[in-house]
Every structure is written in structure tokens, then in C-alpha cells.
């Protein structure tokens, strides 16, 4: 991914205004001694923008502060992210393109936090909705209590600590498939790598509690909305694998793709509702922020 759009972001700053200082898309950013690239201790959100508009803002900083709790970070100032979120997207020209913002715990040898917004594309630039995708599941060695009993483990903390994630991933490709979803040790589904499970089933979309550990899905939230106005049934409740290979439908939500039908979980069959995922794709594409 090439950063075509990049601002410094001074965390601190208390007018907005003075917070933002443009600098060229691979312009040098950090130290050597920045703790984001020595020890992955800060906290990041993606954006989408469609046409210009950042989409689900205030969610996105919502959870960047919540992260940013968890780590035991200053509580980032919402009107100087807001405002880098806005200076970002609109110089962004591309149908769809993507904000990323950082908050590092900073400079080791000078303790001054560190921050920038960068803007991306080519996401999918064509307006159709998201591919279908095979997922296996994985265990993510976690009991579904864990925020609770060790929230040191950060789960449900945005981090910029994503090797395991990562590793995840490949370990989807080394299967034959494209995407992860991880299982707790007690056996609940969780979420992906990079995404918010919805699943299917006898007509309900269920989505698991953030209480196990997951974040909060940006995407899920909106298109529970969708199908909240569509008078669908919809629940946070914890689900078993067992449930998933029993679902009539199965989504994998992420602010940079939209709302992903499974064809596949572990190699069998899941059905795909081509219809549903049209009309959640063009609810999240309607946002308005
Ligand atoms: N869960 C994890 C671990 C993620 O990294 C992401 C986003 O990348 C999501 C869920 C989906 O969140 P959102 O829909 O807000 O992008």
C-alpha cells in the first residue's frame, strides 16, 4: 500500500488547527527509538471514504479512544483527529480510498507522542459488493473472558500489534483459504484478523459480544442498522462453530471491504445470500459520515 496523502499529527496539540502539518507521502516520520516501530505500543484506525466522505467517523473515534484506554494512553482529542480524518479525505480523489490514523506512546528518548493520518488507495474501486471468501477457523488460544480476567492481553484493543494477525492470515493461505475466523479456548467464534462476523441463522443475524474480547465492528454496527430498518431480526450472542456450520448465511465485515458472504468455512459449504449482501453494500455506501 502506497500512502498517497500523509499529515503529521502532533497528539498534544490543543487547537486543531495547529495539530496537522502536511509532509510529503514518503516523507520519513519516525525515529529509530519510536515505540509504534520498536515495540508496536500505540493504537490505529482505518477508515473508508467513499466519494470524499470518511465513513462512520464518530464510531472509528469512539473506538480509537477505547483503545487508546486500554493502553493506558492519553485520551486522544477528538477534534484534532476528527479534523486529520477530514483534511486526509478530502484531498483523497479516488471513488474509494482509506484513512489510516496512529497514536504511538511516542518517542522513547523523549517521551512526546507521536501521531500521523495517511490516505489510500486503490481499495476496490469498482462499486460492487465485497467477493465471497472461504474462511477456516483458528483458535486464538483465549478463554471468552479474558478482557475481563487479563486485560493487560489488550484483546479488544485496537493495537498496532497485528504479527499475530498476520500470521493468522497466512496461516488462512497455507489452508487454501482467505480468511481467519478465531475461536476462544472455550469455544466461542470471536472475529477475524480483520474483521466482525455476522451469521445467519433460522433468520436471525447474530453477531458475538464484545465482552469476549473482539472489538466493537464499525461495519457490523452499520449494517445492523441496514437490516434493522429492513425489519430484520437482529442479536449480540455468542456463538460455537457448531452454530456457524449450521448458519444460512455467513458475513465477514471490515471497514475497507463492507460486508464479505463466506462460501466456505473449514472447506464446507456455506450459502450466500448474494441479495442481502447488495443491500447491506449499498447502505454502508449511502453513509453519510
Ligand atoms: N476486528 C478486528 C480485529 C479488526 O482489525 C477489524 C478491522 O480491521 C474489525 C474487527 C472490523 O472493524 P471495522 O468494521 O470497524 O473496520
Known amino acids: 500500500m502506497k500512502p498517497l496523502i ?6 498534544r496539540a490543543v ?10 507521502p514518503d516523507a520519513p516520520l519516525l525515529t529509530a527509538t519510536d515505540l509504534a516501530a520498536t515495540r508496536g505500543d500505540g493504537v490505529f484506525e482505518t477508515i473508508v471514504v467513499v466519494d470524499g466522505i470518511p465513513q462512520a467517523v464518530e464510531a472509528h473515534l469512539d473506538r480509537f479512544e ?9 485520551a486522544p482529542d477528538r477534534a484534532v483527529w476528527r479534523r486529520a480524518v477530514e483534511a486526509v479525505a478530502a484531498e483523497l480523489r479516488v471513488p474509494r480510498g482509506a484513512v489510516k490514523y496512529v ?10 507522542l507521536t501521531g500521523w493520518a495517511l490516505g489510500f488507495a486503490p481499495l476496490r474501486q469498482r462499486a460492487e459488493p465485497p467477493a465471497e471468501t472461504d474462511a477456516v477457523l483458528l483458535d486464538r488460544g483465549y478463554r471468552s473472558d479474558v478482557a475481563k480476567t487479563s486485560p493487560w492481553l489488550l484483546q ?18 497455507r489452508r487454501g483459504a482467505g480468511e481467519v475466523i ?14 466482525t462476523v455476522i451469521a445467519r441463522i433460522d433468520g436471525e443475524y447474530i453477531t458475538p459480544p464484545v465482552e469476549f474480547g473482539i472489538l466493537p465492528g464499525t461495519t457490523q454496527a452499520d449494517a445492523f442498522d441496514a437490516l434493522r430498518t429492513e425489519d430484520e431480526r437482529v442479536a449480540v450472542r455468542a456463538l460455537t462453530p457448531a452454530d456457524l456450520f449450521t448458519a444460512d448465511a455467513l458475513w465477514l465485515c471490515s471497514s475497507t471491504r463492507g460486508a464479505a458472504p463466506v462460501r466456505s468455512l473449514d472447506g464446507r459449504p456455506v450459502p450466500v445470500d448474494h441479495d442481502v449482501t447488495r443491500r447491506i453494500f449499498a447502505h ?3 453513509r453519510k459520515a
Open 6 to 11: 500523509l499529515f503529521r499529527v502532533d497528539p
Open 15 to 24: 487547537d486543531p488547527a495547529s495539530a496537522l502539518q502536511r509532509v510529503e
Open 66 to 74: 477505547r483503545s487508546a484506554r486500554l493502553l493506558d494512553l492519553p
Open 103 to 112: 497514536l504511538s506512546r511516542g518517542d522513547e528518548a523523549t517521551g512526546a
Open 156 to 173: 479488544g484493543a485496537k493495537t498496532l500489534s497485528y504479527a499475530v494477525n498476520m500470521a493468522a492470515n497466512r496461516e488462512a493461505r
Open 182 to 195: 478465531f475461536v476462544s479456548s472455550d469455544g466461542y467464534i470471536l472475529e477475524g484478523p480483520n474483521s
Open 284 to 286: 454502508l455506501n449511502a
